[in-house]
T-cell receptor
Framework: DAKTTQPNSMESNEEEPVHLPCNHS???????IHWYRQLPSQGPEYVIH???SNVNNRMASLAIAEDRKSSTLILHRATLRDAAVYYC????????????FGQGTILTVHP | GAVVSQHPSRVICKSGTSVKIECRSL??????MFWYRQFPKQSLMLMAT?????????EQGVEKDKFLINHASLTLSTLTVTSAHPEDSSFYIC??????????????FGPGTRLLVL
């Protein structure tokens, strides 16, 4: 399975933008880039996913590098409720839809 | 987004008993569901892929006779932990995959079931 690399932790202040990086240098041409987040004792929450083009939804934006070897999840204005573990996962394509979770990035948001 | 529910949210059982966990996709049909397990301070680990109307596919190291999976309808998959032991205590999470293929396809997760085996 293609792997992703994320920083262990990041910090942000409330109402500031947050850029969460993810490296996936071994991504295949058919792998989608998925982002999920998880609060303690809850199931992961879908955030966004994309293939090649940048994607926007009401929660976040996903910026995908032209060579697709890295991507960035952008939270435009962090709130305290955005504090969570964020997972960048490659799915679909060669993994037949299975999502393999890494350790993710623990995002702390300061008031 | 799509909604996936799990029941029960938490369960305590005695060692040696069996426990059934239900996973339902509430507003969409899911031909494929997945079961994960998460131990404290660890990431999610995929246990098995559940396909409607066919046998589940288990990940390496997961005992199929201990973790029985039934995907009897397009909205329901069940995981039964048979002869549970304290080491099976964990947070069990299911996900359901939407249909459509390509960019339309994604997975939505249930809220999880906390299992404690005494």
């Amino acid at each position: 399975d293609a792997k992703t690399t994320q920083p262990n932790s990041m910090e942000s202040n409330e109402e500031e933008p947050v850029h969460l990086p993810c490296n996936h240098s071994t991504i295949s041409g058919t792998d989608y880039i998925h982002w999920y987040r998880q609060l303690p004792s809850q199931g992961p929450e879908y955030v966004i996913h994309g293939l090649t083009s940048n994607v926007n939804n009401r929660m976040a934006s996903l910026a995908i590098a032209e060579d697709r070897k890295s991507s960035t999840l952008i939270l435009h204005r962090a709130t305290l409720r955005d504090a969570a573990v964020y997972y960048c996962i490659l799915g679909g394509g060669t993994s037949y839809g299975k999502l393999t979770f890494g350790q993710g990035t623990i995002l702390t948001v300061h008031p | 987004g799509a909604v996936v529910s799990q029941h029960p949210s938490r369960v305590i059982c005695k060692s040696g008993t069996s426990v059934k966990i239900e996973c339902r996709s509430l507003d969409f049909q899911a031909t494929t569901m997945f079961w994960y397990r998460q131990f404290p301070k660890q990431s999610l680990m995929l246990m098995a892929t559940s396909n409607e109307g066919s046998k589940a596919t288990y990940e390496q190291g997961v005992e199929k006779d201990k973790f029985l999976i039934n995907h009897a309808s397009l909205t329901l998959s069940t995981l039964t932990v048979t002869s549970a032991h304290p080491e099976d205590s964990s947070f069990y999470i299911c996900s359901a995959r939407t249909a459509g293929g390509g960019i339309q396809e994604t997975q939505y997760f249930g809220p999880g079931t906390r299992l404690l085996v005494l």
